[in-house]
């Protein structure tokens, strides 16, 4: 296929990444409308109300887990009085600011719609129309997410939660760290939510083990942890570990994660991917190989979210413009082989520091910075794609660092705004590029 042109297209979700898409598309002349299961711009950082399963998905006191200027969209800083790991509200605030920005475009005020508290129920492909069947319905609660628990192999849950209902629990459930006073609490897993639960709850309890499948230091606070989990004892609400541990706890909570789930997607009736930790014939982790009008913006695992998105929504909004050709069958699979020669889970190629976040960001920029010249008039700007410059090269070494020293001044931290404020002075500017933008002004960094 040489290029694709629709002057529809529907972004299915208004959080960061519908967010990101949606600006690129515009720019390129798209009419675009946007399907928000919420009743309001944002995604999950809105922090409303509960899913259909009871989650909450912001719990009390959420903050982010990496500096702001990780998170940061190229064409839009944060007020310089943001906390350097911002709590959810100013999240929430910085996604509303720049939608707000979006929709008073010129190209936002003619060619965009948003359906809000609509849940996407089916999308379907009738091939040889080129066009895609979009059903919703009004929506009064968020759907469940696809919660990440390990395999059955870890014997006996399944009688601990018929008998103890509601010990056994997935990050998303968490609500609030002083329920748990004085209880004992296994937290599985050490990523991000593990680490930051497994704190909040040390502050109302002593009792905190985290179970890991590697060794190594957990945090400042939590000192104990053990191996993976062998079996479950209903009997005693024991749990037993590799390496012979034993001990009893009152709650359990699974910080694993969440899998990727699509089920509106659907083909001649058939789902188009399995619920799971890899999402397949996705070229560049953005197009779906058999019908490229279907793309996937932000699903790598990765701390720079908010410029994969922009990186990612910059290649779609040119390929479906016609400014970027297509990529072939034959580019795809040779990709897609290449990829899984060195990494089973494709998804994982990025997270697992095989390709880092600097070398695909800047590849999708190169990318988009071949695309025929920008025709739609001297009062429509063109969205250019971001840039991963030395500067936040930079920031990202020191990020573990400084987010260390950050937490560690307690509940006087939100005074600190940036890396300078803390002592690190970084000695790398933010770099620019033809063709792409750096973060603007590293001053939400340096200053």
Known sequence: MSGLKNSKVAVIGGGMAGLAATKSLLA????????????????????????????????????????????????????????????????????????????????????????????????????????????????????????????????????????????????????????????????????????????????????????????????????????PIESFDASDMTVNFQGGITLRFDYIIYCTGFLYDFPFLSRRNEPLFERGIAMPDLFQHIFYKPMPTLAFVGLPKLTVTFMVAEAQSAVVARVFSRRLPCPTAEEMELWGSQVRSTEPNMMMVVARGLLTPDQ???????????????????DISEKLPPYYCTGMVNAQAVAGDARARYMAHGSNRFQYTTYRSLNFMLDIPCSSKVGGMGILGMDAVNA
């Open 28 to 227: 390129e002349g798209f009419s675009v409308t946007i399907f928000e299961s919420r009743r309001e711009l944002g995604g999950v950082w809105t922090g409303e109300g509960l899913t259909s399963d009871g989650d909450g998905l912001m719990y009390d006191g959420l903050e982010t887990n990496v500096a702001r200027s990780m998170m940061t969209f190229t064409d839009q800083p944060w007020s310089v009085d943001t906390p350097l790991s911002p709590p959810n509200n100013n999240v929430k605030q910085y996604l509303q600011c720049y939608a707000n920005d979006i929709q008073r475009l010129p190209d936002g005020l003619e060619s965009l719609t948003c359906y809000l508290g609509t849940q996407v129920i089916d999308v379907r492909y009738t091939p040889g129309s080129g066009m895609w069947t979009v059903d919703t319905q009004t929506n009064n609660e968020t759907a469940p997410k696809a919660k990440h628990f390990p395999s059955s192999r870890e014997r006996g849950r399944d009688r601990w939660n018929a008998q103890h209902p509601g010990t056994i629990l997935h990050s998303s459930q968490f609500q609030s760290a002083e329920f748990y006073r004085g209880k004992n609490v296994l937290i599985v897993g050490k990523g991000p939510s593990g680490l930051d639960i497994s704190t909040r709850i040390h502050a109302f309890t002593d009792n905190v083990v985290v179970s890991t499948r590697s060794d190594g230091r957990i945090s400042d606070v939590i000192q104990y942890h053990v191996g």
């Open 360 to 378: 695909y960001i800047n590849r999708l920029s190169d990318w988009s910075s071949q695309a025929t010249d920008f025709r739609r008039g001297p």
